[in-house]
């Protein structure tokens, strides 16, 4: 029996580079929602990895009070070894944050904030004037693409645990990043092949079925 790559006439070989059907669908539906290229992982810390392996030795990287714990776990960690240096901002004070613009690498949001719900004026941050190469990325787990999309904001990057409102039913493991900057996207594919962090079909699957269902439950 001939292998299935040539029977369907197009090139697909080695999944972890050139993706499965089941993630192809996952990224076109969440890109959809966000106009903009997206990349699946395994995780939603695997996906902020890949955003945080962006950037260079020696970064700073200015974080909020309130946000992820996995998050600032990966942040202090990666700080002790001397990968970069952070500042920690006051997630409602949006004077500190158009300051950071001006001398931060990396700008982490999350608005509304896990586990406080504080919010961040994300339009004025994200417009604001920057430091050359400075990328502002935006955790929209809670908000989801329903209720706000930073991307059109001037976020560089939007990431999202699909473990949460995404798939909806506590039954998989998944994370996602939405670009609208072709380089930062190919980098984030480059990213998640290095670290292995590609995501299972089945979870992809499941995340698909409950994208379906997203906006009744962000709604109720």
Not at 112 to 118: D, Q
């Amino acid at each position: 029996m001939p292998a299935s790559n040539f029977v369907l006439g197009a090139e697909q070989g080695y999944s972890r580079n050139d993706s499965t059907p089941s993630w192809q669908a996952l990224e076109a539906l969440i890109g959809g929602l966000e106009q903009a290229h997206c990349v699946s992982f395994a995780s939603g810390m695997a996906a902020i990895s890949a955003v945080f392996s962006q950037l260079s030795s020696g970064a700073v990287i200015a974080l909020p009070d309130d946000f992820y714990q996995g998050v600032e776990s990966l942040a202090v960690q990666g700080e002790a070894k001397g990968y970069w240096r952070l500042e920690r901002i006051a997630t409602e004070d949006t004077q500190a944050w158009l300051a950071a613009c001006k001398y931060a690498d990396l700008i982490w949001l999350e608005s509304p904030s896990n586990p406080l719900l504080k919010v961040s004026e994300l339009d004025v941050i994200c417009q604001a004037p920057r430091k050359a190469g400075c990328m502002v990325a935006v955790d929209n787990t809670l908000a989801t693409a329903i209720n706000q999309t930073p991307l059109d904001l001037g976020a560089d990057f939007v990431v999202q645990s699909a473990t949460k409102f995404i798939g909806g039913h506590s039954d998989l493991l998944s994370g996602v990043v939405t670009t609208q900057i072709d380089d930062l996207y190919q980098k984030l594919l480059e990213q998640r092949s290095l670290d292995g962090a590609t995501p299972g079909a089945l979870e992809s699957f499941l995340a698909i079925r409950g994208a379906r269902t997203m906006a009744i439950r962000v709604e109720r």
